[in-house]
């Protein structure tokens, strides 16, 4: 479904219906398991950069202490923004994403369930890379803004 969702975004993008992005809110709940919200949250960040027009230039993060919600604000060099966040639900319960893209001349809404009726099939798979991990980490461990390191 992520990959979908993706896929669709960058179709708008790329038709130029809303210009260049320039804000990015993406909430997601989904059944994760205990301890992954990072790993998820990357995930997150990873595809906030594929829409994105420059480089992600830091990022603050937090979790709460049971790692049922974590959060993270990504500033990138053009002065973009992304308030990403990630809320671990029960294996029972629907998932959903609800995001909103702002670019400078429109913008793009999506909402999963798109109603009471419709039930979601497909799971929420969420995977990132290690250094967007070990960056989000590092936030959340200094509670400070940190910088995305060249490679």
Known sequence: MIKSLQQS???VIDEGRIGSPVFLRCMVQAPIEAGNAVNGIAALTALANTWMPSALEQVYALDSADE?????????AGGQTAILSLNRIA???EPSVDLVLV?????IYHETPAGQHRLMRAPIVLSGGESLVNLIHQAIKTKQPVKMMED
Request: proline share 0%; glycine share 10%; net charge positive.
């Open 9 to 11: 975004v960058q179709s």
């Open 91 to 93: 294996s029972t319960q």
């Open 103 to 107: 670019g400078n001349k429109g913008v």
């Open 68 to 76: 049922t919600q974590v959060t993270a604000m990504v500033q990138y």
